[in-house]
Structure formats: structure tokens, C-alpha cells
């Protein structure tokens, strides 16, 4: 599969994730009256802006009358690239004739690259009146937009993530982008309609949710409201634990692939992922008091809870089967022994922690009827012909890691015996992962500097006065099961906003945990809730009322789960099957009342855990 293919399938998975069914907005925010444009969508074209050319500026009808514009801020040729491909921050901005006076910068996905029709990521916010915008990223990946007319792959150089060889790239890569677009977008929308944006929102997903957290760090002005989903607020380390889990899963693999490098696929075939998953639950599930196929009580499914039940799921070695997985009723010992050191995090040779450890849950399989990007599609295998490592973390996360993350740039091609494939499966943890915080004078920003909305140089401290000053809100939710972005790692950030100068952050950030969601969207869960969470985030900013449980709903009409083994009978039966359950505020977690159906939110209550019992490194 190509980088491009395989991107543009995360794409459309991300657009398909924000688009999904939407519940019913209980609560209508405030909306401003509408204003109308005073010039044509033509006159666009004429509007001087610095370092800023309009490209076009087009009438379209759907799904509301709306002048589209695309342009480019900081074209150039790059110097630095031997390429000498041209790069620029391409961008689009959807004005609609009826304004509400909103404007959302949508959050950009994976290493960027396109630009998507800025539509708003929830799906509705065009259609509901506000100015939407998006950019690229400072890059352009094949097949490239044709009013932009350039493209910066070079499959013998990092294939999409050869803009890694730049360093404003990378700067506009890691934040510039979004900050640029966000000013160009406004005077824009200020010229065309004579006044500036009365509320200014951000909501990405993934890299999109890391633009939000570093928005509000690094531009704590810009926006009123954001929305920040499965956040890669700390990517670089996240990146080095890509090359860790995919380490751990090779010596399991019976075969090599295309690039004579370890075949994943059949490390980990579903319905051993489906083993992991009830051995999971036969220990955690019910710590919430409802045996649901969902572990709401996440903090208390901690590794001695769990170690024991990958036990008693283990191959007897004298067993009928020997050691080895047979049709989904165990796992093998050197499966379990992955498994363990893959949710313990990775660690150097002098056992020193490079990232997280992670929540065990139970969407660590990807049902057939609502597959997402989990731990499979992230590790394992994520389509694709045989004989072909698809595993994100193998296609996306091999070309980010040398390209973009590492200082100065390893020039790794795409595929081949020395290509992306063999930089992960040697990555070293003692030389190589220190380079994710290097410099050069060439290279002068590390990647933890230019791409985490963390500051190690204040001791892991997060200060967010400015943005709290300014009186921004912002939402986070991530995935329990979100096969890139360890929770854990996203809690201890949170946790880390107390004793900062914002000594309340419920006061300005809330934090939503999902069981069973994969990356953005997917898995057996609670996935639809983006109405509800613009609902939300709108009714903060504007009428400020903070946000309290936000309704989830599972859309499909049949449990994910099959109703018998290797799961409990009562998993199936007690899934949320076409029905809604409560998200709740971080610390709060979901609980069943004891009484009513379980797939009806009125049912569930928000309830303190008591104690953190968070593992933390
Ligand atoms: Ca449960």
C-alpha cells in the first residue's frame, strides 16, 4: 500500500469520525444574529494580505451559500531541502453568506499534508452559519491540490513525511500553521464581512487535538473555545513508543514481509485480540458493578488486577494445544509477555520510563461491525495485501519518527531492506530516542519543542494561565483503547494543570474518558457524541455553563460482542446496543444506578472514583 493510500484511508476514517450520526442537541447555545457579506466572494481575490496570496474564491450553494477561498501564506522554494521543493501554508476558508459570527480553525490529522474542505469537525458548523477554516500543514502530499499545484513527497526520502527535512517545515508542521491560518482566516473574514469573528474556536482530532493543546499554550489568545480529541499533545515520545510495541511483537512473527522485515499480522490475529479483550474483562469489568463489555472503573483495572487473568488465559504448555493460540480460547506465553511490556511503556536499557504506560481495556479487539484505529490497526495489521506490514505505526508512524520527530532528520526512503520498516525494528532506546529532544544549528528547534503542548523545561508543569486569563475553555476526550496516544500519559498532563497558576483547571479544561473507542472514532463504544460536544463547548465559551456528563450514544443495532465465548454471556447482553450512555468529567466516572435498561443514559450517574489509582510514570 502506498504512504499516500494508507494516509488518505486515516483521512477518511478521521472525516468519517466527525461525521458520524449525530444525537440531537438538548441544549441550544446562544447564536449570534447572522451578518451578511459586504463584497462579492470575487472582491476576495483582491484583498491585500501579508505574505498571503488568494488562490481562489469561489460561489458554492452546499450544504449552505458559502464563498469557499484557498490560498497559500509564505510560499517559498526551500533551500534547505535538497529537493528544493516549494512548500507554504496552503489553507481554505468557507465564508457563508449567513455568518453567526463564529469562526472554527479545524485541527489538521496525521502529518497533515491536504487540505480538507473545511466543513467544521463536527460536520455541521458551515451548515450552521460559522466560518470554517483548515490549512495543510506547510506541506502538500501527493496527490497534491490542484489549486495549490505542488507536492512535497519524496518516496526515496520519507515518502509524505519528507517535509521533515525542513525546518520551517517542521515549525509549520508543529504549530505555525495553525497560527498563521488562524490570522489570515480572521482579517479575512473581518474584510469580507466588516467585523472580526465574535467567538473563536479550534477542534481537531489526534495531530488535530495536539493543535489544540498547543494553541492554547502557544497562542492563548486566539481562540475562545477548543475541542481537543485523542490529543497528540506529547507525539515525539508517543512516536518512539510506535518503534518499542512494534520491537515487542517481532519476535513473535513466523515470516518476514516484502521488505525482509518481521510480518505483524499474524502476531496478533483478531480472534487472539479477542482473547485479550475477555481476559480483560474477566478481571475489570466488573469493578464497575455492571458486566457490560465496558470498563468504566479504569483507575482500579490495574496491572495486579490484570497480570493474573492474561495468566489464567494462557496456553497450558501440556495442554491439548501446547503453547500455541488455536481459534480464540488462549493467548501464548510470549503473546501475554508482549502484551505486558507493550501497556507497561517503554523503557531503556537502564530501565528508564520514554513515554507511558497505558489503561488496560477492552477494546483492544476490533469487532468486524465497528472496527476503529485501536491496538490492532495501530500495531498489528490495518488492512492491506498479504505479505505487507500495514500496522499504522509501520506505514504513518515509520515515516514520521526519522523524518520529523528525530534531530537531525534520518533520510529514510519508504520501503526497501533499509527503508522505514527497518528504522523502526532497529530503533535503539539508549541513542536514538534522546534524539527526539536534540538540536542543531540547522535544526534549532527539537521536535518536543516544536510539536508537544508541554513544557519540561518548567518541570512538567503546564501553565495555562494565559489561556484561562484570556477566558479560554477547552474540552479534551480521548480513547481508553486509542492505539497511539496513551491516556495515562494524557491524566498525568491533566494532573499536572493543579498547583500551576490556574489552580482550578475544572474551572476552564475538562477531560473525557471513552472505554472501548479507538483513535477518533470506532470500536465497540460510545462513539457518537459530536452534536452534544459542540452543544457543550459553545455553551461554555458563550453563556458560560460548564460542561457537566456529555450523552455518548452507540449507534449500532447489535452488540459488537459476540453473546457467548471467549466473552461472558452478559457482555452482549448489557451492551449499550442503540443506546446512550453518559460521558463524565475526569476524575468522575460512568456508573450503572442498579436499576433500568442498560442502554439508557437516564440509567448511569457520574460518581468520584475516591482515589486516583492512575499508574503514573
Ligand atoms: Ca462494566
Known sequence: MSRATNKSICQTMFLSTASVLLLAVAALAFVPAPAAASMTCGDVMNLSLPNTQILSATEVTTPVPHCNVVGVIDKRTSAQDPDHFTYGIGFELNLPDSWNGRFEMMGGGGTDGSLRNPLGSAGTELSQGWAVASDDGGHEDAPGNPTLGWIDDDNNAGGAAHFGVDEQARIDYGYNGIGQTTQVSKQIIED????????SYLWGCSNGGRDGMVASQRFPDYFDGVVAGNPGFDLPRAAVTEAWNEQ???????????????????????????????????????????????????????????????????????????????????????????????????????GRPLYSSWYWDAGIWDPPTAFGAGFGAWNVSFFGPPNVNTAINLTLGAGALPMIFTTPPVVTPVSGPNGQEAFMFHYNFDTDAPKIFATTSEYPESAMDFMTAIDFMDGKRVDLSPFANHGGKMIIYDSLNDGIFSAVDLVNWYNSIHGAHADDPQSFVRLYLIPNMAHCGGGPATTSFSANLLAAITGWVEQRQAPQQIIAANTNTSSPFPSGAPFDPRVAANFPTNGTRPLCPYPEQTRYSGSGATNDAANFVCVSPGHDRSRRH
Do not use: M, W
Not at 192 to 199: A, I
Not at 330 to 336: D, G, K, N, P, R
Open 192 to 199: 469580507y464581512y466588516g467585523n472580526g469573528p465574535q467567538y
Open 248 to 350: 515487542q511483537l517481532a519476535p513473535l512473527a513466523t515470516s518476514t514481509d516484502i521488505n525482509g522485515q518481521p510480518f505483524l499480522p499474524d502476531t496478533f490475529p483478531p480472534q487472539d485480540l479477542e482473547v485479550a479483550s475477555a481476559a480483560i474483562l474477566s478481571a475489570c469489568d466488573g469493578l464497575d458493578g455492571l458486566v457490560d463489555g465496558i470498563i468504566d472503573n479504569y483507575t482500579a483495572c490495574t496491572d495486579d488486577v490484570v497480570y493474573p487473568a492474561l495468566d489464567a488465559y494462557t496456553c497450558s504448555p501440556t495442554g491439548a494445544h501446547g503453547n500455541t493460540p488455536h481459534g480464540g480460547t488462549c493467548l501464548t506465553a510470549a503473546q501475554v509477555s508482549a502484551l505486558k511490556r507493550i501497556y507497561a511503556g517503554p523503557v531503556n536499557s537502564h
